[in-house]
């Protein structure tokens, strides 16, 4: 039966997935997007893993930009980054001016740093594109994934300052996946269980883990400064604060947004979130449960045909997503796709989805962002 079922639904792998279909952009691609037609940029955060993919992509899609201003922290003012054969100089975020003759402003350099910031740049008529949770829950602020709801932000305009805020990395990855099935059955509840990467907490941490690697192997005690505990070979729950309920921050931005994004208030979503020590790309199980029947052939068909989504699903070989098949790739990839036996009628799914969250959970979902004001 499995194998049969493998037979049928072969995996449907993109580029540089093993045995590429579908032709894509690699990410490597370097294209000179420096246009004097283009919109003048500002990167808030350019010294940072985020900000650092913002370059990435801007370039491999050749995002038009007619100027580029890359900001930081007084910390890295002064230093020189090179991009697309030019060297631009990292200017403190906290100068006067840091936003004059910006049309649009990628934020991501933390929540502090936004609500500090984000008004100066969007009173200078700026459009933000901000990547923290500062604005995500703000009603008047639109919270975006082109895939799923393009239409929130249909009323921004470049030219006029406003704010778009990117979802939650964890958010994305998941309604990526689970937005095509909700389009067709409706998901009445969803339970999400995360296996989150050290790329997710930044670039300091993606070197912690590197080095209580080399210290555990070495026998050594290992330097826990991002996290308070061990982190190389060992998993524990998201260091996102808890809060009263018992949820933690990173659990509880997965149910408001999902909520908001699908303009849902009564979707019943449930979220563990968990820290693994992978270095970069997230993985989550999701079981969903639909108000109609979903079979899972369907599932697969609608997945298949879903813009971002690329299915790994071959059971008869055990081959399913994993981060590191996803790191450096746009598309999100979903597996295990199985009927939820303890559900009646074909109303519940279980699903696994790997993706990058610093590039479509991330960077890439803002550059996209970026791309629709340009239409
Ligand atoms: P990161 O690697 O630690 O980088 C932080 C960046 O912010 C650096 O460029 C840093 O500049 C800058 N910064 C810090 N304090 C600043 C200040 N007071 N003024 C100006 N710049 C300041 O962190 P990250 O992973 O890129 O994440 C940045 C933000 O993106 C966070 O809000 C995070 O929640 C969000 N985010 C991250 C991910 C992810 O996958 N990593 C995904 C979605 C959202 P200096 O070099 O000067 O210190």
């Not at 969903?288 to 997945?303: M, N, Y």
């Not at 109303?347 to 991330?362: N, P, S, T, W």
Request: glycine share 8%.
């Amino acid at each position: 039966m499995q194998a049969a079922a493998a037979a049928v639904h072969r995996p449907h792998l993109l580029g540089a997935y093993p045995g590429g279909g579908r032709a894509r952009r690699p990410s490597s691609t370097v294209r000179m997007a420096l246009r004097e037609d283009g919109p003048s940029v500002a990167i808030v955060g350019a010294t940072g893993a985020v900000g650092q993919e913002f370059l990435r992509v801007i370039s491999s899609r050749g995002f038009p930009y007619r100027s580029l201003r890359l900001l930081a922290s007084e910390r890295s003012a002064g230093k020189r980054l090179p991009f697309e054969g030019q060297e631009y100089t990292v200017q403190d975020l906290a100068a006067p001016g840091a936003f004059d003759g910006v049309d649009i402003a990628l934020f991501s350099a933390g929540g502090g740093v936004s609500r500090a910031h984000a008004p100066a740049a969007v009173a200078s008529g700026a459009v933000v594109v901000d990547n923290s949770s500062a604005f995500r829950m703000d009603p008047e602020v639109p919270l975006v994934i082109p895939e799923v709801n393009p239409e929130a932000m249909a009323h921004v305009r470049l030219g006029k300052g406003a704010i778009v805020a990117n979802p939650n990395c964890s958010t994305i990855i998941c309604l990526m996946a689970a937005t095509p099935l909700h389009r067709h059955a409706k998901v009445v509840r969803m339970v999400v269980s995360t296996y989150q990467a050290a790329s997710g907490a930044g670039a300091a941490a993606m070197e912690e883990l590197k080095l209580q690697t080399q210290e555990v192997l070495a026998g050594k005690a290992p330097t826990c400064n991002i996290f308070s505990q061990q982190y190389a070979f060992n998993i524990f729950s998201h260091n996102a604060p808890i809060v009263e309920n018992g949820y933690n921050e990173e659990e509880m931005k997965m149910v408001k947004e999902t909520r908001k994004i699908w303009n849902d208030k009564d979707v019943k979503v449930t979220a563990t979130c968990i820290r693994v020590p992978v270095m970069r790309a997230h993985a989550e199980s999701v079981n969903l449960q639909f108000e109609k029947p979903l079979d899972e052939d369907t599932a697969r068909e609608i997945l298949r045909a879903a813009e971002g989504v690329t299915i790994i699903d071959d059971r008869a070989s055990n081959r399913f997503p994993t981060p590191l098949e996803v790191s450096d790739k746009d598309d999100v990839a979903v597996g295990r796709i199985r009927q939820d036996l303890s559900q009646d009628d074909n109303k519940g799914l279980d699903i696994f989805v790997c993706g990058d969250q610093i590039r479509k959970g991330a960077a890439l979902n803002a550059v996209q962002i970026a791309e629709m004001l340009l239409k």
